[in-house]
Structure formats: C-alpha cells, structure tokens
C-alpha cells in the first residue's frame, strides 16, 4: 500500500519549534517532490514548502520563508519541516504530499491523513 504517513506535530507556545516528518511507505520518494501544504479551520489550503526530487531549488510559501526549512533524508524516505519561531497563525493541520521531480501547486498524486499544530500559550 502506497502511503505518506506525517508525524511531529502538536501543541508548542508562540516562539517554539516543531519539526514534522512524512515517511512514505510502499514506495521512495527518491523520485518524487514533495510538499507541505496546512489548513487552518475556515480557511482554504495554503501551500507551505516543497522541495524537488533532486538538487534544486527548495520553496517556500510567504509565511515559511526565514522561520521554516524543508529537507530531505532519502535514507530514511522521509522529508522534515523543520518550523522555528512558530505563531499563532500557524496553527493548522499540516498535509505533505508527493508528486514526479518537480515542485508545482497542483497536481500531487499521494498525501498524507494531516498532523495537527497548535500554537498557544
């Protein structure tokens, strides 16, 4: 069974840090792109990070950039979002998703169930 199993989330105070995993099972996600995408509640799927299947370049949604890191561990078949200085606004459920190669906004042929993240004091 081909599927994206995401982990590391939950509840950290504003200024905190969490780092999400997405392990694949069924299949490497050598060749694949993969995203982070979130959704807070009442609002529309926001697109967080990717990074391509090869060396290139890595990308970062507005609210990730200079606080958020995506990287990729293809021994293990997992890629992280590291996420540092966390928000309030950044509570969401966190989705990763895999496609061919290349990042892009759509078109994403696997994803996983969501990881809840919940920043409060």
């Known amino acids: 069974q081909l599927q994206l199993v995401e982990s590391g989330g939950g509840l950290v105070q504003p200024g905190g840090s969490l780092r999400l995993s997405c392990t694949a099972s069924?299949?490497?996600?050598?060749?694949?792109?993969i995203a982070w995408f979130r959704q807070a509640p009442g609002k529309e799927r926001e697109g967080v990070s990717c990074?391509?299947?090869?060396?290139?370049?890595?990308y970062y949604g507005d609210a990730a950039k200079g606080r958020f890191t995506i990287f990729r561990d293809n021994a293990k078949n997992t890629v992280y979002l590291q996420m540092n200085t966390l928000k309030p606004e950044d509570t969401a459920v966190y989705y990763c998703?895999?496609?061919?190669?290349?990042?892009?906004?759509?078109?994403?042929?696997?994803w996983g169930q969501g990881t809840q993240v919940t920043v409060s004091s």
């Open positions: 998703a895999a496609r061919s190669r290349v990042c892009a906004p759509y078109e994403y042929d696997y």
């Open positions: 069924g299949f490497t996600l050598d060749y694949y792109a």
């Open positions: 990074i391509p299947s090869s060396d290139g370049t890595t």
